[in-house]
């Protein structure tokens, strides 16, 4: 016997769903696909939910640049996350190629050196009983680059491992 377990959908009238959506908005910056995933999650059909999306825009609730610059600054403060991963992770968002470049642009080169350099460091006192050179240059490269630290910086810090 096969039972399958149906969620409840609550739907949502147009103006009902853009109070949600408002409230979705304000509790912490979205992309624009993550707040129209919101609303067709409401039941809404595609002509409300570009509505309420313009609505959203107009009114300040999305904002794609700010959404980008903030969830770049987060992600590096943070997760100590590098400039490919960031990338990715907005590109994954469908967040535009322009927004990207802000949101990159607003991390300073020194402070992503500093940053790079503590993970880097940090990363190498945990391997300080490998005793392999190259076993720990890869380990170093591996994680710095899962990081998302761009491969030829990774690879010039790394030089000077012993």
Known sequence: MLFLTVAFQQTYTPDQALQKAKQYCAYQERCHQEAKDKLYSYGLNRNEVD???SKLIEE??????????QFAGGKFRVKQWGRVKIKYELKQKRVSDYCIRKALGSISDDDYDRV??????????????????????????????????????????CRGVE
Do not use: W
């Open 51 to 53: 509505d309420l999306l």
């Open 60 to 69: 300040n609730y999305l904002n794609e640049e700010r959404f980008a610059i």
């Open 116 to 157: 790079m350099k503590k993970v880097f460091e940090q990363k190498l006192n945990t391997l300080r009983s490998e005793k392999q050179l190259l076993v720990k240059k890869r380990k170093l490269q591996q994680f710095l680059l899962q990081k998302g630290y761009e491969a030829d910086l990774v690879r010039e810090l």
